[in-house]
């Protein structure tokens, strides 16, 4: 029975449709291995060829808040989990400043591999990810998401707006909305 329901959720998944799954009922289970195991075995741009190891995502997978930063930098790059070097501890700090632990939010990238030289991503990079960084966010189903840094929110809201505009306001990413603080 959990093979034929992995296997519907991933043909829904490869159509684009989001399957329903309530929140108390979500888990590590199929969904997130089959969408970590593609982040894996991507190869549908250029930084497949320079990475060490994709940077999936970290956290609690019902976390109410979700994190999302622009690409793995270097130490990223090579443990496997965002936001680990200096800008990782700064918002480790500001997590802790709302009350919570690292491990109540789910932390994750627009990139899924560090760009060169920790250049911005090009916009087809972005583009190449953005189907794993939505099923992400349709899997979490966050209350409120934040995205860290202006490049993070012009790719996760298809804005070239600048950053400075689009605070303060509610903006929907999916077939939701958040404010973008």
Same mark, same amino acid.
């Given at each position: 029975?959990?093979?034929?329901?992995?296997?519907?959720?991933?043909?829904?998944?490869?159509?684009?449709? &989001?399957a329903?799954?309530p929140?108390?009922?979500?888990?590590?289970?199929?969904?997130?291995?089959?969408?970590?195991?593609? *982040?894996?075995?991507?190869?549908?741009?250029?930084?497949?060829?320079?990475?060490? &190891?994709?940077?999936? %995502?970290?956290?609690?997978?019902?976390?109410?808040?979700?994190?999302?930063?622009e690409?793995?930098?270097?130490?990223?790059?090579? &443990? %496997?989990?965002?936001? *680990?070097?200096?800008?990782?501890?700064?918002?480790?700090?500001?997590?802790?400043?709302?009350?919570?632990?690292?491990?109540? *939010?789910?932390?994750?990238?627009?990139?899924?591999?560090?760009?060169?030289?920790?250049?911005?991503?090009?916009?087809?990079?972005?583009?190449s990810?953005?189907?794993?960084?939505?099923?992400?966010?349709?899997?979490?189903?966050?209350?409120?998401?934040?995205?860290? %840094?202006?490049?993070?929110?012009?790719?996760?809201?298809?804005?070239?707006?600048?950053?400075?505009?689009?605070?303060?306001?509610?903006?929907s990413?999916?077939?939701?909305?958040?404010?973008?603080?």
């Amino acid at each position: 029975a959990d093979s034929m329901e992995a296997r519907r959720l991933a043909i829904l998944d490869a159509m684009g449709v &989001q399957a329903y799954v309530p929140r108390a009922a979500r888990s590590a289970g199929p969904d997130w291995a089959m969408l970590a195991a593609s *982040v894996r075995e991507c190869r549908l741009c250029g930084l497949c060829e320079t990475r060490t &190891q994709t940077v999936f %995502g970290t956290g609690d997978l019902r976390a109410r808040l979700m994190v999302i930063g622009e690409a793995p930098g270097a130490e990223e790059d090579r &443990q %496997g989990e965002p936001f *680990v070097g200096r800008a990782g501890q700064l918002l480790t700090s500001m997590i802790r400043a709302l009350g919570l632990r690292r491990e109540d *939010v789910f932390i994750a990238n627009v990139l899924k591999c560090r760009p060169p030289d920790n250049r911005d991503p090009k916009p087809s990079e972005a583009a190449s990810c953005r189907r794993f960084l939505e099923r992400q966010v349709a899997l979490v189903n966050p209350t409120l998401v934040i995205a860290v %840094g202006r490049i993070a929110a012009q790719n996760l809201l298809a804005t070239e707006t600048p950053i400075a505009k689009l605070r303060g306001k509610v903006h929907s990413f999916g077939a939701q909305a958040w404010p973008v603080v």
